[in-house]
Structure formats: C-alpha cells, structure tokens
Nanobody, 122 residues
Framework: QVQLVESGGGLVQAGGSLRLSCAAS????????MGWFRQALGKERKFVAA????????VYEDSVKGRFTISRDNAKNTVYLQMDSLKPEDTAVYYC???????????????WGQGTQVTVSS
C-alpha cells in the first residue's frame, strides 16, 4: 500500500512557474514508477508525465514537452513536477500516481493522491 500526498499547487500568472511535490509513504518507493495526471473542470483526467523507478527514463504528454520536468528523489520518497512557462490551459487539478512497476508508464496506475489545484491566470 502506498499513500501519496501532493503539494505545491496554487495561483500563478501565465508565463510563471510552479513546482509540485508528491510525498509517498512506504519503504518501497524506489520500486514504483510514478506519474502526474491532471483533470480540468468538466473534463476527463489525462496523463501529463511519468518517470521510471530510477529516474533514468521519462515521458511527457506533447503539450507539456519542453515546459514541464518530472524528477524524483528516492531517498526522500518524493516525486516532483517542475512546471515552467505556464499557460491558462494548464489550469487543472494535478494528481500524483504510483504504479507497481519499475518501468515508465502512461496508464494503469495503482495508487493516487488527492490532487492539488493549479490555476494559471491570463
């Protein structure tokens, strides 16, 4: 069982930056692939970025490539999402997720956090 708690969301102007953090419980964090997803109001939840167990492999949704960076610190049981050059269309609730797999993945995650709101004003 893994519990995930996101933080770092907030209100930012377009062009600004935010860094989301996701703290995980458990001593096997290093064996999980991690991902970030987002859900805009009235829309379905969508994949944003993912990282494998070691941090050596990452994948991004096309609209965030070059602007967002996912990383992890296994010693701190934490995964991050650095978001730069934010746009109003990035406004959403952002969710952290963990998957019982060492490999990077865009879906079928096993554990989810409660989400953190990111609002980008124009």
């Amino acid at each position: 069982q893994v519990q995930l708690v996101e933080s770092g969301g907030g209100l930012v102007q377009a062009g600004g930056s935010l860094r989301l953090s996701c703290a995980a419980s458990g001593r096997t964090f290093g064996s999980y692939a991690m991902g970030w997803f987002r859900q805009a109001l009235g829309k379905e939840r969508k994949f944003v970025a993912a990282i494998n167990w070691s941090g050596s492999n990452t994948v991004y949704e096309d609209s965030v490539k070059g602007r967002f960076t996912i990383s992890r610190d296994n010693a701190k049981n934490t995964v991050y999402l650095q978001m730069d050059s934010l746009k109003p269309e990035d406004t959403a609730v952002y969710y952290c997720a963990a998957k019982s797999s060492a490999y990077v993945s865009v879906g079928r995650y096993d554990y989810w956090g409660q989400g953190t709101q990111v609002t980008v004003s124009s």
